[in-house]
């Protein structure tokens, strides 16, 4: 089966810190994945030594509730806050900003949202203080309201605007962001146990990305998520779901096969096409890797 991103061919004569490969390190420290700037990933999440006890914590977003993203909105409403959240990730990446920071941000605002009676009717600005907050917890040097305003020209939302959503927010959640595990990062480590295998990887964060505006995920736990992800990965990568995958998630195919069905039909639908999401990785940039996931969903099942 070819392959759906390309795979790195990087000799090197020494021996692998941590059976690990020497481009996959930033230093004798940290993962480096071959899709991401060192920048963006010296981060305590990725540090080697302690990597089961993070595994840990990342097990932990298994038994994480979230009562109110069990509440599925209306679909006119949905309809709404699926444009905000396309518009949120553009932003995001123009601001160049890590991974793990969108989806913070997306566990913000739609839980943000489903707490709120009325629902707030201007979802951009709750999604932008929400970005803030949320950058505030992951990012090194995170983006400050004046910046933000000024990058969306100051015509959709002000700081004074944004300053009152953020008080919103906080209140209404009693800063409870700091137990909240992204897919992407449940994704990574799981996928250490098999050498680290990188393409599956860069498919399966593909993937994940694609189901943050889909009503049919909004209430899927975290954990499973990401490992449905990575086993949809691995198969269109001519991988399996082995073993060790099992005994690393607790999760068999079994377990995985009917959300992974659920992603596929998404990728076959014409609607994907118009996606943030495809738009993004469809670029050369990325090996026009949402094309591929596209295709091979269209011609394979599971």
């Known amino acids: 089966m070819s392959a759906i991103v390309p795979s790195p061919s990087i000799a090197t004569d020494s021996e692998p ?41 990342v097990s932990s977003a298994r038994n994480a509730q979230y009562p109110e993203l069990t509440l599925h909105p209306p679909y ?33 605002f739609n839980r943000y949202i489903a707490m709120v009676h009325p629902p707030p009717s201007d979802y951009d600005t709750i999604g932008l203080s929400a970005l803030c907050i949320a950058g505030k917890y992951e990012e090194a040097r995170h983006p400050k309201y004046r910046n933000l305003v000024r990058l969306v020209d100051g015509d959709i939302v002000s700081r004074a605007a944004l300053l009152r959503a953020e008080h919103g927010i ?6 409870d962001f700091g137990r909240y595990v992204s897919p992407s990062l449940c994704i990574w480590h799981i996928a250490i146990i098999d050498e680290y295998w990188m393409e599956p990887r860069c498919v399966a964060k593909v993937i994940v990305e694609s189901t943050i505006t889909e009503l049919d995920f909004l209430s899927c736990p ?17 991988g399996h779901w082995k073993a060790i995958y ?24 014409d609607d994907y096409q118009r996606t943030f999401v495809f738009r993004k990785y469809s670029s050369s940039g990325h090996s026009h ?3 591929s996931i596209r295709t091979w969903a269209l011609i394979h099942t599971l």
Request: proline share 3%; hydrophobic share 50%; net charge negative.
């Open 222 to 238: 975290v954990f499973k998520l990401g490992a449905a992800a990575l086993f949809l990965g691995l198969t269109m990568c001519g």
């Open 289 to 291: 890797v949402s094309h």
């Open 170 to 175: 906080l209140t209404a959640l009693k800063f």
């Open 76 to 108: 006119h409403e949905w309809v709404l806050r699926m444009a905000s959240l396309e518009w949120l990730m553009h932003i995001h990446e123009r601001c160049d900003m890590v991974i793990d920071t969108l989806w913070l941000a997306i566990n913000i």
């Open 17 to 57: 810190p941590y059976g690990v490969h020497i481009f996959q390190l930033a230093s004798a420290n940290f993962y480096i994945p071959l899709d991401q700037t060192p920048i963006h990933l010296a981060t305590t999440s990725n540090v080697l030594e302690y990597r089961e006890e993070i595994f840990t914590m």
């Open 246 to 269: 099992v005994e690393r998630t607790g999760l068999s195919e079994n377990d995985l096969r009917p959300l992974a069905n659920r992603m596929l039909r998404m990728f076959r639908h």
